[in-house]
């Protein structure tokens, strides 16, 4: 029985997809005494997780390793594998099409493979973010067209991935676990696998639908309040108001209010594409989710306002745009990770180009990324840099590995639009901020 291999961890557990998801998962069930093994299309990911080497920040290098050599954890492009499975949790990307519409081409080929070695007593959990309704109608489907039964056969469950890149208290292991079943036995089944494995509870809802639903929730909520403070932020400006400072003052009450701040725009796997998917699902209800559309538009503005900004700023120096030495700081989406996945500093990036401005892009997480289908590098901040700059713009709070003394010292003017040099007490005539 499936229970009694969870219980006493005999339980051969399949990961697939080992990216910023996938791998601390694989790696935090194989520490908690199960067989893992994660699968990945990419074989350069595949060699490194065999060698121990570990790409993924959130990752403890030195657990990568470990796990490895005891071998608990191997990786492999052999799907085949998955017959020797007893578990099988899905964590491939759900990405929008360039018309914003949610991209399930990961899931459903994930789904196929798995159904192709699905077999009596295997659960399968799903934990991509995607709209409510995918579990039942789009990956069970799939499953049953084997002939065997969800709840009968195999069991099937939805749990949202909670992956916070960079959060030096929230991880994997100690991060509360939402779970939904298909059925009681799935539900059952799933709520003991995550609470063999993990230091937080496991929150049991009444189906997939509101598993997923939750997930689309959360990030949906935090895309709304980041449009709400982005558009404070442009009418603080316009009423010379620190919007900074106002936060500050919100925040000192001890209820009904909760900090968000503005900035270049919203970007990672999450914020910037999980409520569309809950907009297209909104559709074949004849309801139009207006807030998050508008939400998104003012988002999706920000980079447009920042070089706005950068031109005003260069104006008022009597430089123009146009050849200007711009130098651009930080290329990741967010601070201290490596992560450039819809990083709203690439559109800065592009649209300052587009001016025919002079950029150099620096980032100590990034020595390269993808741009225009190309890849390119990034440069290390030095004196001369910052003394080449006609101004420097900071895209990305970096809080560390940055020198942030040489930048505001060597540089004539400084454009910080994440008030990272506030937060790390730095003061200068030089800074301007959002």
Known sequence: MLKEKIVNKTAVIGVIGLGYVGLPLAVEKAKAGFKV????????????????????????????????????????????????????????????????????????????????????????????????????????????????????????????????????????????????????????????????????????????????????????????????????????????????????????????????????????????????YLTYKAREYGYHTRLIELAGEINDSMPEYVVQRVMELLNERKKCLNGAKVLLVGVAYKGDVSDTRESPALKVLEILEKYHADVVPVDPYVEEFKYKDQIRKTQKLTEQLCEWADIAVITTAHKRNVDYKMLVEKCKLIFDTKNILGMLGFKGDNIYLL
Not at 245 to 266: D, H, L, N, R
């Open 37 to 276: 093994i994660g699968f990945d299309i990419q074989q350069k990911r595949v060699d490194m997780v065999n060698r121990g080497e570990n790409y993924i920040g959130d990752v403890v290098p030195e657990d990568l390793k470990t796990v490895v050599e005891k071998g608990m954890l191997t990786a492999t492009t052999n799907y085949d594998l998955l017959k020797e499975c007893d578990v099988v949790t899905i964590c491939v990307p759900t990405p929008l099409d360039k018309f914003k519409q949610p991209d399930l081409s990961y899931v459903i080929n994930t789904t196929e493979e798995i159904a192709k070695r699905l077999h009596k007593e295997m659960l399968i959990v799903l934990e991509s973010t995607t709209y409510p309704g995918t579990t039942e109608e789009v990956v069970k489907p799939i499953l049953e067209k084997t002939g065997l039964k969800c709840e009968e056969d195999f069991y099937l469950a939805f749990s949202p991935e909670r992956v916070d890149p960079g959060n030096l208290i929230y991880k994997t292991k100690n991060t509360p676990k939402v779970v939904g079943g298909v059925g009681k036995k799935s539900t059952e089944l799933a709520k003991l696998l995550y609470e063999s494995i993990l230091d937080a509870p496991v929150f049991v809802v009444s189906s997939p639908k509101e598993a997923e639903m939750s997930k689309i929730l959360e990030n949906t909520f935090r895309i709304v309040n980041i449009a709400l403070i982005n558009e404070m932020a442009i009418i603080a400006r316009k009423m010379n108001i620190n919007i900074w400072e106002v936060i500050q003052a919100a925040s000192t009450k001890p209820f009904g209010f909760m900090p968000f701040y503005p900035g270049p725009g919203v970007g990672g796997h999450c914020i910037p594409i999980d409520p569309f």
